[in-house]
């Protein structure tokens, strides 16, 4: 358990946070023994084409990470990009095939309660558990993570998992994990049911709690910022000119905006010194989620002023995380990578030079679809067809006779195939026949990708992928959200994959690999054996030049 408080932490997470210190130039060589601490960052949609839209402007946190391994083609190489499945790759060395994780949300119509959909981070079994008021559960992620691994090989291994997302938390923490944390509400942080509240997390919600009493009178603009300083009418909503100005007590705007990750980089830093985590024997591990820049990808986009401001301000934040870390003369190894990338809202896109993109067809999401369908096949009123949204995995009710089903799947067949939108649709069938993707991840067909998802206990009779210019919200359901990502093209699959550790040398990998590959190329650094036949990645040889980081392994 957390044993101190750290004085510090109101420090940390004043604002604002202005320039870092310039990173330190890195020696020749990194040290040849194992790190004390492995730090794990996922930053929620940080796609590699945002990392390298603004790489020219880090001067903290990422400016450092730049100087380390850079993978600037990272993949989240399967069809389902969304937060859950991408998270589960990041420190498990799986695939959502092998990870069981292939949705944020998928259909369980065996399932006893009436609400059929399950959320990937619920125990839907415990009682009054819903898939949007659920019992947060690690129990559908089907493999370990490296912490669980680390911990097994040494039980002295402290494993700690702080994000701003419950799915994030326990996915790269995983079931063994010492300390599972994620921002629950305007109350703070919070873990699982029954869990008591340590010190330390009281009073970092106490910190928090006199943070959203304050105003936030709103960022400065960067001056790379400017040029995407324009509004864009997106349904009953106008973005792209925000600088995210706060009232005092609002908890919603607090959440979607920089101040919510500078929160949680202050608790994790908090965290490491409290349970002096990277100063024992042992080598300890923290994972750590940063969730606002996918906040602000859904709500503003991803080309406006908003996303840039996030950018500027998660290098600064980072770099006075790193200082902290410095500061203590901790050993840490840092990876960065992202659970999935993101598209911009077609509306702005319209306005920058991609006339051709636009929304889905209100006609393909599941209320049209299963009433189109069930007045073809002459079952109107009935419920056929059970999807959570208009694109990725649909089901067919199980009440169907044999022959009512293969109607019912001939007819969604030809009208999803038929339609202009739609890319592709696999049978499960089909997808069920495809060997697992081997190879480098950009040159994988769709039906490679959408293996790469595939757990057939969970996932649909059908998968359906929308054409590479087509944002899966409707223009009628333009309100909260006015883009998204969860295809599986590469705006959405790419993201950066970045190793850092002090002395060492950098050198940059153009060319594709998967976020899977993170997993075992950690744990070659602090020699620890994982059977291949276990994982889907590989591991990344992290010494530029001579010499090989998975030599033994």
């Not at 503003?300 to 290098?315: H, K, N, P």
């Not at 799947?409 to 049978?427: I, K, S």
């Not at 969970?458 to 909260?480: C, F, Q, T, W, Y």
Request: aromatic share 6%; proline share 7%.
């Amino acid at each position: 358990m957390f044993k101190r408080v750290a004085a510090a932490l109101l420090l940390a997470t004043a604002m604002p946070v202005m320039a870092q210190s310039p990173a330190p130039a890195p020696a020749s060589t990194a040290p040849a023994t194992p790190p004390k601490l492995i730090v794990a960052i996922s930053v929620d949609q940080f796609s590699a084409d945002l990392f390298s839209e603004y790489r020219q402007y880090y001067v903290g946190g990422l400016k450092r990470l730049t100087e380390g391994a850079v993978f600037p083609r990272g993949y989240q190489s399967h069809a389902a990009t969304e937060t859950c499945p991408g998270h589960s790759t990041i420190l498990t060395g799986s695939r959502p095939s092998r990870t069981g994780i292939i949705a944020n949300n998928w259909i369980d119509l065996g399932t006893a309660r009436a609400d059929k959909t399950v959320y990937c981070a619920e125990d839907e079994s415990q009682p009054g558990s819903s898939s949007d008021r659920y019992v947060a559960s690690p129990i559908h992620l089907k493999v370990p993570t490296l912490g669980g691994r680390m911990k097994l090989a040494n039980p002295a291994t402290r494993v700690v998992s702080i994000a701003g997302k419950d799915r994030a938390a326990i996915m790269m923490g995983g079931p063994t994990a010492d300390q599972v944390w994620w921002l629950g509400g305007p109350q703070g942080y919070v873990s699982y049911k029954g869990i008591a509240t340590p010190p330390l997390v009281a009073k970092v919600n106490g910190a928090m709690a006199q943070r959203l009493a304050q105003t936030n009178p709103g960022f400065e603009l960067p001056q790379q910022c400017v040029s995407k300083d324009f509004a864009v009418r997106a349904g009953d909503r106008s973005v792209g000119t925000g600088r995210f100005a706060r009232d005092a007590g609002d908890y919603n705007a607090f959440r979607i905006s920089p101040e919510q990750d500078a929160m949680t980089l202050a608790f994790a830093a908090a965290a490491i010194e409290n349970m002096d985590l990277g100063k024992q024997a042992q080598t300890d591990i923290i994972s750590i989620g940063l969730s606002a820049t996918d906040y602000i990808g859904h709500s503003y986009g991803t080309e406006g002023t908003e996303s840039c401001i996030q950018v500027a301000r998660l290098d600064q934040e980072l770099g006075a995380f790193f200082d902290r870390l410095d500061k203590d003369g901790i050993d840490y190894a840092v990876v960065l990578t992202a659970d999935h990338g993101g598209h911009d809202l077609p509306e702005r896109h319209r306005m920058n030079a991609m006339p051709m993109e636009s929304r889905v067809d209100i006609a393909l999401t599941p209320k049209a679809l299963n009433a189109t369908i069930a007045q073809q096949v002459g079952m109107p009123g009935r419920t056929l067809i059970w999807a959570d949204g208009a694109a990725g995995d649909l089901y067919f009710d199980r009440g169907l006779s044999a022959a009512e089903r293969a109607k019912v799947e001939a007819a969604t067949l030809r009208l999803l195939r038929a339609h202009p939108q739609v890319q592709a649709v696999f049978t499960k069938a089909e997808i069920a026949a495809t060997p697992s993707p081997t190879g480098r991840p950009e040159n994988w067909s769709l039906i490679q990708e959408a293996r790469a998802s595939f757990y057939p206990e969970r996932s649909g009779d059908l998968l359906v992928l929308l054409k590479p210019n087509i944002m899966s919200i409707p223009e009628r359901a333009v309100m909260g959200a006015v883009a998204t990502h969860g295809s599986p093209w590469d705006m959405d699959r790419r993201v950066p994959i970045l190793f850092w550790r002090k002395g060492m040398r950098h050198f940059e990998q153009p060319l594709g690999v998967e976020t899977v590959d993170i997993l075992p190329s950690l744990a070659a650094l602090i020699g620890l054996p994982v059977p291949k036949t276990e994982i889907d990645g590989r591991c990344l040889d992290l010494i530029a030049g001579d010499g090989d980081s998975c030599a033994a392994h």
